[in-house]
């Protein structure tokens, strides 16, 4: 359980439509993998669970946080936990006050005594040294948000929120599990790129629609959205009684196809 801190600083940029991002950006080895619980989604571990969003225009008047180097990652060490997760395993909603939680670096062979052969080396793992519940721990809600050292000349990013007690179907808090972080020195080149792969995204609320008449041996077309983000190469695919009758972004109506309705699906990006 995270102990609550300040109030949201962006609460008042949230209200107004939030703050603009140009696109976000994932590491391109990022995956999932369930070797422990298979019960629910959140029962994954991933690997290279790294993304960073790209702000429309810089923050200014606020001193970045310092990334850690592999000097920076000392196992016994203190380091705090941040985030808008959950409080408890009975929750149902985020905080929106910013929570944090103190716990210690622990090594990697510590680490795998919990979760036996899914710790590697771009990850870094924290426990809480108490031994009362609830413990100290990442809850659903806390991904992607930092593990922070805090040294003379400042706070250092040591992690990044991953994974932790759910991959074993455990209650937040409820056991004295590690949380598993991302290792942010592991990860300086993707962070730092300065031109990184931006993943598509719509550029307006408009979803897919088809055109063309509708009558047999006519040529209807799929008409996505415009897309932003790096160039990217869109794939089609029409499906008719669960076969695929064309993947191009054309198709042409046939006498069996007569009666049915167009449903309209995702694009492929």
Same mark, same amino acid.
């Given at each position: 359980?995270? =102990? +609550?801190?300040? %109030?949201?600083?962006?609460?008042?940029?949230?209200? =107004?439509?939030?703050?603009?991002?140009?696109?976000?950006?994932?590491?391109?080895?990022?995956?999932?993998?369930?070797?422990? %619980?298979?019960?629910?989604?959140?029962?994954?571990? %991933?690997?290279? $669970?790294?993304?960073?969003?790209?702000?429309?225009?810089?923050?200014?008047?606020?001193?970045?946080?310092?990334?850690?180097?592999?000097? $920076?990652?000392?196992? +016994?060490?203190?380091?705090?936990?941040?985030?808008?997760?959950?409080?408890?395993?009975?929750?149902?909603?985020? !905080?929106?006050?910013?929570?944090?939680?103190?716990?210690?670096?622990?090594?990697?062979?510590?680490?795998?005594? !919990?979760?036996?052969?899914?710790?590697?080396?771009?990850?870094?793992?924290? &426990?809480?040294? +108490? #031994?009362?519940?609830?413990?100290?721990? +990442?809850?659903?809600? *806390?991904?992607?948000?930092?593990?922070?050292?805090?040294?003379?000349?400042?706070?250092?990013?040591?992690?990044?929120?991953?994974?932790?007690?759910?991959?074993? *179907?455990?209650?937040?808090?409820?056991?004295?599990?590690?949380?598993?972080?991302?290792?942010?020195?592991?990860?300086?080149?993707?962070?730092?790129?300065?031109?990184?792969?931006? &993943?598509?995204?719509?550029?307006? *609320?408009?979803?897919? #629609?088809?055109?063309?008449?509708? #009558?047999?041996?006519?040529?209807?077309?799929?008409?996505?959205?415009?897309?932003?983000? !790096?160039?990217?190469?869109?794939?089609?695919?029409?499906?008719?009684? $669960?076969?695929?009758?064309?993947?191009?972004?054309?198709?042409?109506?046939?006498?069996?196809?007569?009666?049915?309705?167009?449903?309209?699906?995702?694009?492929?990006?």
């Amino acid at each position: 359980k995270l =102990v +609550g801190r300040s %109030a949201n600083p962006y609460t008042k940029a949230l209200q =107004v439509g939030g703050i603009p991002v140009r696109g976000f950006s994932v590491h391109p080895k990022f995956r999932e993998s369930f070797p422990f %619980a298979h019960r629910a989604p959140q029962n994954a571990i %991933a690997l290279d $669970d790294v993304g960073i969003i790209l702000l429309a225009r810089p923050v200014t008047g606020i001193t970045p946080v310092r990334l850690a180097t592999s000097a $920076d990652n000392r196992v +016994g060490e203190a380091g705090t936990l941040f985030g808008y997760g959950l409080q408890t395993s009975s929750a149902f909603s985020p !905080s929106y006050s910013l929570l944090s939680g103190a716990m210690n670096v622990i090594s990697a062979k510590a680490c795998a005594r !919990s979760y036996p052969h899914a710790i590697i080396g771009s990850e870094i793992c924290g &426990q809480d040294r +108490g #031994h009362r519940k609830p413990f100290v721990e +990442g809850c659903l809600g *806390d991904s992607g948000g930092p593990f922070i050292h805090q040294t003379p000349q400042g706070p250092v990013q040591v992690g990044i929120t991953s994974w932790g007690a759910e991959v074993k *179907d455990t209650k937040c808090g409820t056991t004295n599990l590690p949380n598993v972080y991302m290792r942010v020195s592991s990860f300086a080149a993707f962070i730092e790129n300065p031109n990184p792969v931006i &993943q598509p995204f719509a550029l307006c *609320d408009s979803v897919n #629609h088809v055109t063309g008449d509708p #009558h047999v041996g006519a040529t209807l077309r799929c008409n996505p959205p415009p897309f932003g983000g !790096s160039p990217s190469t869109l794939s089609y695919k029409w499906i008719f009684r $669960d076969k695929v009758v064309s993947r191009k972004q054309t198709a042409t109506a046939t006498p069996a196809m007569a009666g049915h309705a167009v449903e309209i699906g995702r694009a492929h990006v």
